[in-house]
């Protein structure tokens, strides 16, 4: 304490703590930069509030912006197309798992047929993994995007999907008090804020008349959306942090574009020294004068000025190198924003290593991988509902299957793999995680999208079409032994084999495969 508050305390003890208190009060206040009202933060304004009131007032606008850019705006479409093309990319494949191959073959065979656009899509004109992008698409411009399970009665297999975007929920319906339910924003809710129910716009042909919305239950629906609140109940724009900035962009993109438009004119003006006149009293000018209004400057023109009239022409300044580094710097912000590198979304590679890009894949798949994990569980439950229409139908006949859901129900998903940056690499990474047990031969295979037991009998079905010939691929198991490279083995012990299989002949002793006649025949090792 300084002199004075030295004297207030000989004076008045009390005084002098309270005067204390409030010192270290307003030090409290100014512990977080964030928090202060200073000069800087003069016109941050926030206020906390529950994620549907902060939401409600914003989530059409934003929405309406998101597709305006989605119309107009390629910035916005590199970003949508990134994770459309590593989210969903070329779709997924179905591998059940349950303990008989025999129907784990009849169910993918199933799965097969129905992800058909005429089955599996109520109005008929997308297959299933055509809806997986529009879901993506749709959660990343819109916020979400409804999925309606369907029964019907003149499908081989009763059940088909619908699509409803966001807008399509009645947010004007109120459920009646005796329900004891509370609609908002066109989804009923119970007590703990559990969808029990979604209202369905019904649009009429006159575009006047009212129609009552549809109910559907929540058990016939799944909300495709990102909750990051626990109040959350509705959808936001996954693209809401970077509209503005994907705008801007636009905004000067054009301008630049303009300026280099202007710049590329080439225009010739003709200006008189005099005036072209007679001799003498009442001469007047040849022609009228001229006015520039309206008058603009296009490529190629030779224009006239009037006498004694000048130009300026307006020079834009700035360099197209200068819009290049802002253009790839907004580019970066964008992309960190939505948690993905700038290669992602430009598909510019020139500034990048191996290594770099490498470990930007790495770090993009951890993003893609949260998508992905919605994505699936909806996935999830549509097949679990394809599943039991199946086995209503009559198409699959599993004996308790009711009693015993969860274990017929069991199943993965194989995504479809990207090309390797740099295969030889990849493949030697693989090898070694491989010996080393770091990984399953199983895992390779679902990494490479490839079911591990398809994989082995065509590995199976080749190498006994290639002993049939006489050659020998290697590097596979081959005759009971490991082959490396070059047809050597590894010095692992088989016990039987004859010089013209140990020479690469490629015809087994008939002893070493004796009291094995079914797995030689079928090729398995």
Same mark, same amino acid.
């Given at each position: 304490?300084?002199?004075?508050?030295?004297?207030?305390?000989?004076?008045?003890?009390?005084?002098?703590?309270?005067?204390?208190?409030?010192?270290?009060?307003?030090?409290?206040?100014?512990?977080?930069? @964030?928090?202060?009202?200073?000069?800087?933060?003069?016109?941050?304004?926030?206020?906390?509030?529950?994620?549907?009131?902060? =939401?409600?007032?914003?989530? =059409?606008? %934003?929405? +309406?912006?998101?597709?305006?850019?989605?119309?107009?705006?390629?910035?916005?479409?590199?970003?949508? &197309?990134?994770?459309?093309?590593? %989210?969903?990319?070329?779709?997924?494949?179905?591998?059940?798992?349950?303990?008989?191959?025999?129907?784990?073959?009849?169910?993918?065979?199933?799965?097969?047929?129905?992800?058909?656009?005429?089955?599996?899509?109520? /109005?008929?004109?997308?297959?299933?993994?055509?809806?997986?992008?529009?879901?993506?698409?749709?959660?990343? %411009?819109?916020?979400?995007?409804?999925?309606?399970?369907? !029964?019907?009665?003149?499908?081989?297999?009763?059940?088909?999907?619908?699509?409803?975007?966001?807008?399509?929920?009645?947010?004007?319906?109120?459920?009646?008090?005796?329900?004891?339910?509370?609609?908002?924003?066109?989804?009923? !809710?119970?007590? !703990?804020?559990?969808?029990?129910?979604?209202?369905?716009?019904?649009?009429?042909?006159?575009?006047?008349?009212?129609?009552?919305?549809?109910?559907?239950?929540?058990?016939?629906?799944?909300?495709?959306?990102?909750?990051?609140?626990?109040?959350?109940?509705?959808?936001?724009?996954?693209?809401?942090?970077?509209?503005?900035?994907?705008?801007?962009?636009?905004?000067?993109?054009?301008?630049?574009?303009?300026?280099?438009?202007?710049?590329?004119?080439?225009?010739?003006?003709?200006?008189?020294?005099?005036?072209? /006149?007679?001799?003498?009293?009442?001469?007047?000018?040849?022609?009228?004068?001229?006015?520039?209004?309206?008058?603009?400057?296009?490529? &190629?023109?030779? *224009?006239?000025?009037?006498?004694?009239?000048?130009?300026?022409?307006?020079?834009?300044?700035?360099?197209? @190198?200068?819009?290049?580094?802002?253009?790839?710097?907004?580019?970066?912000?964008?992309?960190?924003?939505?948690?993905?590198?700038?290669?992602? /979304?430009?598909?510019?590679?020139?500034?990048?290593?191996?290594?770099?890009?490498?470990?930007?894949?790495?770090?993009?798949?951890?993003?893609?991988?949260?998508?992905?994990?919605?994505?699936?569980?909806?996935?999830?439950?549509?097949?679990?509902?394809?599943?039991?229409?199946?086995?209503?139908? &009559?198409?699959?006949?599993?004996?308790?299957?009711?009693?015993?859901?969860? *274990?017929?129900?069991?199943?993965?998903?194989?995504?479809?793999?990207?090309?390797?940056?740099?295969?030889?690499?990849?493949?030697?990474?693989?090898?070694?995680?491989?010996?080393?047990?770091?990984?399953?031969?199983?895992?390779?295979?679902?990494?490479?999208?490839?079911?591990?037991?398809?994989?082995?009998?065509?590995?199976?079905? %080749?190498?006994?079409?290639?002993?049939?010939?006489?050659?020998?691929?290697?590097?596979?198991?081959?005759?009971?032994?490991?082959?490396?490279?070059?047809?050597? =083995?590894?010095?692992?012990?088989?016990?039987?084999? /004859?010089?013209?299989? @140990?020479?690469?002949?490629?015809?087994?002793?008939?002893? +070493?495969?004796?009291?094995?006649?079914?797995?030689?025949?079928?090729?398995?090792?």
């Amino acid at each position: 304490m300084g002199w004075f508050d030295n004297f207030i305390a000989f004076l008045s003890p009390e005084r002098a703590a309270r005067r204390e208190a409030w010192r270290q009060s307003l030090e409290a206040m100014r512990s977080y930069d @964030a928090g202060s009202n200073g000069r800087l933060n003069a016109g941050w304004r926030v206020y906390n509030q529950s994620a549907e009131e902060t =939401d409600r007032w914003n989530r =059409d606008s %934003v929405r +309406a912006r998101a597709r305006d850019l989605e119309r107009n705006s390629d910035l916005m479409n590199s970003v949508i &197309g990134a994770y459309k093309r590593n %989210v969903v990319g070329a779709g997924f494949r179905l591998q059940a798992m349950t303990q008989s191959e025999r129907v784990n073959d009849e169910i993918e065979r199933l799965w097969k047929i129905w992800t058909r656009a005429e089955n599996c899509d109520v /109005t008929g004109m997308q297959s299933f993994t055509q809806m997986l992008r529009m879901m993506v698409v749709r959660k990343k %411009v819109d916020g979400g995007i409804l999925i309606a399970k369907r !029964y019907v009665d003149d499908a081989e297999i009763p059940l088909q999907l619908q699509l409803f975007e966001v807008d399509e929920l009645d947010g004007d319906y109120v459920a009646p008090y005796s329900t004891g339910h509370r609609v908002v924003g066109g989804i009923e !809710y119970n007590q !703990y804020n559990r969808p029990t129910g979604y209202w369905i716009k019904q649009y009429s042909i006159d575009g006047f008349t009212y129609i009552k919305p549809v109910y559907i239950p929540a058990k016939d629906v799944i909300f495709y959306y990102t909750k990051k609140r626990p109040s959350q109940i509705r959808e936001i724009s996954d693209m809401a942090p970077t509209i503005t900035r994907i705008r801007d962009v636009n905004e000067f993109v054009t301008a630049v574009s303009v300026k280099q438009r202007i710049m590329a004119c080439l225009s010739v003006f003709i200006k008189k020294a005099l005036p072209v /006149t007679g001799l003498g009293r009442g001469n007047t000018a040849g022609d009228a004068r001229r006015s520039y209004d309206g008058k603009t400057l296009t490529p &190629g023109m030779i *224009k006239e000025l009037n006498a004694g009239d000048d130009i300026e022409v307006v020079n834009p300044t700035g360099q197209s @190198a200068d819009a290049t580094s802002f253009a790839k710097m907004q580019q970066r912000m964008i992309g960190a924003g939505q948690g993905i590198s700038y290669e992602s /979304t430009s598909r510019d590679m020139s500034e990048t290593s191996y290594s770099s890009a490498r470990q930007g894949l790495i770090e993009d798949n951890l993003t893609f991988a949260e998508e992905t994990e919605q994505l699936v569980a909806v996935m999830d439950n549509i097949y679990k509902a394809f599943l039991e229409a199946c086995i209503l139908a &009559g198409k699959l006949n599993i004996a308790r299957f009711w009693s015993q859901e969860d *274990k017929y129900l069991q199943h993965e998903w194989i995504k479809q793999p990207k090309a390797w940056i740099d295969p030889l690499k990849e493949a030697n990474a693989t090898k070694t995680a491989l010996n080393y047990g770091i990984k399953t031969f199983k895992q390779i295979a679902a990494e490479n999208g490839r079911d591990w037991k398809a994989q082995i009998d065509d590995i199976a079905e %080749v190498n006994e079409y290639a002993m049939s010939k006489g050659i020998d691929l290697g590097g596979v198991l081959f005759d009971g032994k490991i082959r490396q490279e070059g047809g050597e =083995d590894d010095g692992t012990e088989s016990g039987n084999e /004859t010089p013209d299989a @140990a020479e690469g002949g490629g015809k087994p002793d008939p002893a +070493a495969t004796e009291g094995e006649p079914e797995e030689q025949e079928s090729g398995n090792s």
